[in-house]
């Protein structure tokens, strides 16, 4: 139940710590029981750890929601179906991180999931989009057919924005630590906006949310002990877009729509990043590979840690974004803005902007290139400029280019 008499932000605290404890405390525990049932991720090809690890850590994460939101949510239908949702698709997680489900099957349980926040009114019925205005989707008449019946596309589209997060989140899960540091980011970027337009149920959501990924994230910091597997990145997916709808989404507030999209925007770019990859290539969006944004940079040299500060700081300048565009005045939700603040905003934004084309751009592309460059001197080869910038490319659309170290641009051991 939630505690009266608290002002919220004190309970998205308490929330925060208690689901951080709980996750913390019950991992080795998590860890005990993956290695007697199996559920343990050997190192392949395209792997960036080195050892055997167990992969149920998203169990303790479900727990640490759990007893947490038992403790801080306000009790209601929606809270009831959000936790319920939450506990179904952890559940399909540990199966496949047991039995390594099939794609179908998989986004069968994640849809499942979906439906029952949805069902008990989780969903965006209405949101505002700048010089559009207020829009409500409707119920629409699938060809005119009274046997099919109205579609409620807000339920639909709904559904399908739960699943989308879900998988974003899941698939920038193949590094230590990668998925678990930007929820916690996420989660507490999400939870302050949440508070600041009024819907602490969110905001107290986000905060655990974050919480019990902080919780996890000390064993599962590299070289990790333990992987959340899919337990825990389809659980802290579909969580982080509950709280966007509910605590952004279903507000009047004119660039609502923009707070969850700037705040995942890593995960959203490096999924469909891959997926563009992946369609080009004529490979399903569901088959692994190595084109995404920790893998190339492993792919060039970088340490997982030091993969992760880039990623992290990125990640903090996109959060800053977010809550500049919420909370900086610059401009009255009727179309005046206000010079000053304006600026600031736009000095929010291109510094955002530079920080995703360093990374994009910069690092995967120019960085290479240099490394190659250096390589082929060492060797003693001279190539025009064109064949080489022809040869980065290729590699980097392939994912086919070996590691090489930053410093000496020879072929790098991974530094754990």
């Not at 640490?64 to 698709?89: E, F, N, P, R």
């Not at 949310?209 to 802290?236: E, I, K, Q, V």
């Not at 590979?289 to 920790?294: E, G, N």
């Amino acid at each position: 139940m939630l505690v009266d008499g608290r002002p919220d932000d004190i309970q998205a605290l308490f929330a925060l710590l208690v689901a951080a404890v709980v996750a913390w405390l019950l991992v080795p525990l998590t860890e005990r029981i993956a290695r007697q049932i199996g559920a343990i991720d050997v190192p392949k090809e395209r792997s960036l750890h080195v050892t055997p690890t167990p992969k149920l850590g998203g169990l303790a994460i479900l727990a640490g929601v759990l007893v947490s939101g038992v403790l801080w949510l306000q009790g209601g239908d929606q809270t009831v179906a959000i936790l319920a949702g939450a506990t179904v698709i952890a559940g399909f997680g540990v199966l496949d991180d047991v039995y390594d489900l099939h794609a179908a099957p998989k986004l069968a349980g994640q849809i499942f999931a979906a439906i029952i926040p949805v069902q008990a009114g989780v969903k965006a019925g209405a949101f505002t989009l700048p010089f559009v205005g207020r829009l409500e989707p409707g119920s629409i008449n699938l060809f005119d057919a009274p046997i099919v019946g109205e579609v409620d596309v807000a339920f639909v589209l709904t559904v399908i924005g739960i699943v989308a997060v879900v998988n974003v989140i899941n698939f920038i899960d193949g590094m230590d630590g990668l998925a678990a540091g930007v929820c916690v980011i996420s989660g507490l970027t999400l939870s302050v906006i949440a508070l600041s337009l009024d819907r602490p149920g969110a905001g107290v959501l986000a905060a655990l949310t974050a919480g019990a990924a902080l919780g996890f994230l000390r064993h599962g910091f590299p070289p990790a002990s333990s992987f959340m597997g899919d337990t825990g990145s389809n659980l802290l997916g579909f969580l982080l877009a509950c709280v966007a709808i509910q605590g952004a989404l279903k507000t009047n507030a004119v660039v609502a729509l923009f707070f969850p999209l700037v705040v995942l925007a890593i995960p959203i770019l490096d999924s469909s990043f891959v997926i563009a990859k992946r369609l080009k290539y004529r490979q399903p969006i569901y088959q692994a590979d190595s084109w995404h944004f920790h893998h190339r940079m492993a792919a060039i040299g970088f340490s997982q840690r030091r993969t992760l500060a880039y990623l992290y700081g990125w990640a903090l300048v996109l959060a800053g974004l977010a809550l500049a565009l919420r909370f900086v005045p610059y401009s009255d939700d009727h179309g005046n803005f206000d010079p000053a603040w304006t600026v600031v905003i736009l000095a929010c934004g291109i510094a955002a902007l530079a920080a995703s084309v360093y990374l994009v751009i910069v690092l995967e592309i120019l960085k290479l290139r240099r490394f190659r460059v250096r390589r082929l001197g060492a060797e003693g080869v001279v190539l025009p400029a064109e064949e080489v910038d022809r040869g980065v490319v290729r590699e980097l659309e392939t994912g086919s280019f070996p590691p090489v170290d930053p410093d000496t641009g020879e072929l790098a051991i991974e530094d754990r």
